[in-house]
């Protein structure tokens, strides 16, 4: 039956100037180039200048994607941005990339899902065009994640860095069918009994302060692989498909030992896998739209292929999204 399809028409990403190897956070925390790298694959990461805002990131690659899509701000109907550092309690961080991508109707906000929040907003985005109510949609993942780690801490500061990446939505008429352009459908979880497995231990709310990242990262990688590979199972059963349909999954980049082992679960080849967490770290929700970014970039991810997106974060959360390209 024809349906309405939310085709990605342009991708885009942007990674602050400044990057750190692992040999200069050896020289603040202890630790060495060589734990990180076995234990999470991570060579290095950029980190926002002082004064460079997760807003600023996100204007970057929104200009980026747009101009890729051939667009402006004023064809925009729906900004959906996924932060977890968002520049102000309030408002929104999108409703500054709105102002500043020259977009004055339709809609601007924020949805918080931590690592999985580009999936969720994804999922957001692509219902508003399927009901109807939007034509075309920005969605970005930006974070500076580096302002919520704490720099004494080395479980967990050596893991994380910061960037952005971004993609433009169009409603396209489709047959209906698994060979349809565009998101062919998204799956997204919660389940809050682990709230305090991965969390920042301060809010507006609880303690009056930002806070900081605080992980039981043992526990974290054995949740991240059992549900990853659930959710990849789910959104290729919800198509009638099988791993072997798939020409690239673009994971979450966490931790290469989390992508190998959810590629083995599911018997995925590691050439049709997107990594580049040995060179952004774990930028949150911007780590899958600027694997995206990458791969479409350099011409590995092609017109017509399919193509799993995948994350797993706080809460927890973690969602899929199967898009042909
Ligand atoms: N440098 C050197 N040593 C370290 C460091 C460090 N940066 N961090 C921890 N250690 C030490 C620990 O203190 C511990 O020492 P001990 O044995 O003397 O107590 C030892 O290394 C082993 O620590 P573990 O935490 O048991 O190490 P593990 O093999 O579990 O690796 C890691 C830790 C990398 C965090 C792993 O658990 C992991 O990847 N978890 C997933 C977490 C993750 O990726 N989270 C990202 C956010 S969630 C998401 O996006 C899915």
Known sequence: MATVRSRIVGVGAYLPERMVTNQELAAKVETSDEWIVERSGIRERHLA???????????????????AAGLSGEDLDLIVLATTTPDNTFPATATRVQAALGMTKGAAFDVQAVCSGF?????????????GQVRTALVIGAETFSRILDWQDRTTCVLFGDGAGAVVLKAEQG????????????HIHSDGR???????????????????????GRE???????????????????NDLSPADLDWVVPHQANKRIIDGTARKLNLPAERIVVTVERHANTSAASVPLALAEAVGDGRIKSGQLVLLEAMGGGFTWGAALVRM
Request: no cysteine.
């Open 220 to 238: 974290v990688f054995r949740h991240a692989v059992a549900n990853l590979a659930a959710v990849v199972h789910e959104s290729l059963a919800a």
């Open 119 to 131: 999936i969720f907003a994804l999922s957001v985005a692509d219902n508003f065009i399927k009901s």
């Open 194 to 216: 682990h709230y305090d497995l991965l969390k920042v231990d301060g809010g507006p709310s609880s303690t009056g302060t930002v806070g900081h990242v605080r992980m039981v």
């Open 49 to 67: 200048a002082e004064g460079e805002f997760t807003s600023d990131l996100a204007i970057a690659a929104a200009r980026r994607a747009l101009a």
């Open 175 to 186: 047959a209906g069918n698994g060979q349809d352009s565009g998101i062919l459908s998204t």
